[in-house]
């Protein structure tokens, strides 16, 4: 990936482009974020507490996962352990804002490091398949990434404030959005049989790691197994 | 009661973790070597990263979720709309839960 993305014809274009891209796959945002709504209430969180923390957090595995350790008495919130939860779920993060650079000039700084703050699982996966097929731009990621954000913030308040009211997702079968639409997004990054190989490790590492420790370990795992593997294997047939 | 100064505390730190580490990951690629192995490993990254995704999720699944799965993968490389493959996705889940009693 040493391409230098085209420059993009019109920020507003692409911002929007990039959101309608988005519309699909932001419905499984939809449903973690009603479900996430609901549970947050359950958990002794105000309507303000859950703005603040789907506003500036803004990452839901790590916002279920802070749930768990909430206490509805203040003294008692463990604060040091919400924000190492917090670092260490989202450390795969990494990851993918590092596969972002080609996006980006060489000479990049804290500006556009300050748009990583946009980046979600969605809009990142749907940015880095419109990068395979030689397009994707800042403006395409930061229009899902808005998309994203309002969904959230929506689908959380709505949650909080309607309760138990609303059905269990998975009743529906929305729960399975998420699958889904990584299966289908993974399915469209398929280039060539080089890409098999780091493809099959991945898999193999993370449901490997899935059963070993909590959280979403694996998918840093997997990640960083598969590419690796999928790097050496690359060194390896060029040597050849 | 609208909120605490802890919740406040804890909020705030949990932001700043999460935005520092996205923000790591691009200041950090920006420092690799645009050729060779680096490069190449950045550009595996993404496959990488979703077959991590999805792979657990599908092996613990049930039968419900392997046929909906299925139905994924097929109306997706057939037709390459997103959208109906998720549609279907979904769909599917719900009918075999039902039928299957899941």
Known sequence: MSRIAPPSPRFADQFYAGARACLPVVISVAAYGLVWGVLARGAGLSLLEVMLMSGLV???????????????????LPIGPL???ALIINLRYLL????LRPLFKPDSGV??????????????????????????????????????????????????????????PARYGLDFAFTATFLVLLLGMWKSRADLLPWAVAALSA?????????????????????????????????? | MWTSPEA????????????????????LANRLPRHGFA?????????????????????????????????????????????????????????????LGA
């Not at chain 1, 909590?214 to 040597?239: E, M, P, T």
């Not at chain 2, 949990?14 to 520092?20: E, I, K, T, Y």
Request: charged letters at 10%; one cysteine or more.
């Open chain 2, 39 to 99: 490069a190449a490993w950045l550009s595996h990254i993404p496959g990488a990263v979703l077959a991590a995704l999805v792979a657990p999720a599908l092996v613990t699944g049930s039968l419900a979720e392997i046929i909906a799965a299925a139905a994924t993968a097929l109306v997706y490389l057939a037709s390459r709309n997103l959208f109906a493959a998720m549609a279907c996705g979904v769909f599917c889940v719900y009918l075999a839960r039902l039928a």
């Open chain 1, 207 to 240: 449901i490997i790691a899935s059963r070993l420790v909590d959280g979403s370990w694996h998918i840093l795992i997997g990640g960083l197994v598969g590419s690796l593997a999928g790097a050496l294997a690359d060194k390896v047939r060029h040597v050849d």
């Open chain 2, 8 to 27: 406040l505390y804890a909020i705030a730190g949990m932001a700043l973790v999460s935005f520092a580490v996205k923000a790591a990951g691009l200041l």
């Open chain 1, 83 to 85: 924000i190492i939860a």
């Open chain 1, 96 to 99: 993918l804002t590092a596969t």
């Open chain 1, 58 to 76: 803004f990452a839901g595995a790590a916002q279920f996962v802070a749930l768990d350790l909430w206490t509805i008495t203040p003294a008692t």
């Open chain 1, 111 to 168: 500006k556009d490091a300050l748009k990583m703050a946009l980046v979600t699982d969605e809009n990142w996966a749907m940015t880095v398949l419109e990068m395979k097929r030689g397009r994707g731009s800042v403006g395409f990621l930061m229009g899902g990434g808005a998309l994203a954000y309002v969904c959230w913030m929506a689908t959380t308040m709505t949650g909080h404030i309607l309760g138990s009211v609303i059905d269990d």
